[in-house]
């Protein structure tokens, strides 16, 4: 079993909906990571959190530490949010890494 | 406008050959990585390196080898111990290393064999 799992893998929805991406993980962290990375393989950092919650624009990234669960919000999806977002836990000074969820937003 | 870039975008290797993946960043940070990302897959690290003339390996350094000799720069060489190197390959900076700062990416290379 994978230490960081998303969910679901892949997801497509239509434009306007709201969406969520999950990351669960198994070991102790001290921060988790959500980036985006663009269909031509770009990596964008989007939010670093140990608690609580972040918002920047219409993303939000909430988590719960004693659930060890994270998710990451899109309000108001539009087709340019498609992309890979991949969350990632630092743990022991190291990052480990989600596989990531495809999200595709259709027009 | 600071940043991280590699070059070149798309690389081929013939079998035997060694080839050399260049990564810049003008961020000032401390902490360089390279990852190694396949299909369907998390990415996947190869070597990092906290300070000039340092580095360690990674998850799957086998194959490969890297230099630091400036704080700029951290080129990865592939070499033909490499047996299955098509994959796509980014190179990241953190202002140091830990994992409690964000990483900035560049665009990545692809490597392909001929």
């Known amino acids: 079993k994978n230490e960081v799992e998303q969910s679901p893998q892949n997801l497509t929805a239509q434009e306007g909906e709201f969406i969520t991406i999950n990351c669960s993980y198994s070991?102790?962290?001290?921060?988790l990571h959500w980036l985006q990375q663009h269909p031509g393989g770009g990596i964008v950092s989007l939010f670093m959190?140990?608690?609580?919650?972040k918002k920047h624009g219409r993303l939000i990234a909430t988590i719960n530490i004693q659930e060890k669960h994270s998710s990451l919000h899109i309000t108001a999806s539009h087709p340019r949010d498609s992309a890979v977002y991949i969350c990632a836990a630092s743990s022991n000074y190291q990052l480990i890494w989600g596989a990531g969820t495809k999200l595709i937003i259709k027009p | 406008d600071g940043g991280i870039t590699q070059s070149p975008k798309y690389l081929f290797r013939k079998e035997g050959q060694n080839v050399t993946l260049s990564c810049e960043q003008n961020?000032?940070?401390?902490?360089m990585y390279w990852y190694r990302q396949d299909p369907g897959q998390g990415l996947r690290l190869i070597y990092y390196s906290q300070i000039v003339n340092d580095f360690q390996k990674g998850d799957i350094a086998e194959g490969y080898s890297v230099s630091r000799e400036k704080k700029e720069s951290f080129p990865l060489t592939v070499t033909s111990a490499q047996k299955n190197p098509t994959a796509f390959y980014l190179c990241?900076?953190?202002?140091?290393?830990?994992?409690?700062?964000?990483?900035?990416f560049g665009d990545g290379t692809r490597l392909s064999i001929l």
């Open positions: 959190l140990s608690s609580g919650k």
């Open positions: 961020l000032n940070h401390d902490a």
């Open positions: 990241a900076s953190s202002i140091f290393d830990g994992g409690n700062q964000p990483q900035h």
């Open positions: 070991v102790g962290i001290s921060a």
